[in-house]
């Protein structure tokens, strides 16, 4: 499963965006967004969120 951004919680700070070593996280409008594509599953966006965004899984 692709990592999931929790809108309400996003800040759009760009820091998981900047962890995530595929790529697979773009900010756009002050929202992050994965392409699960992308997505590897490493969870290194989950850990470094300051705002506790991002879950696995397709919903929140």
Known sequence: MAAFVVKDLC???GVCAQACAY???TIQ????TV???KCR???ECIFTCPNGAITLGTTA
């Open 23 to 25: 790529r697979a996280i």
């Open 29 to 32: 409008a002050h929202l992050a």
């Open 35 to 37: 392409d699960p594509d």
């Open 11 to 13: 800040q759009g700070c």
């Open 41 to 43: 599953d490493c969870e």
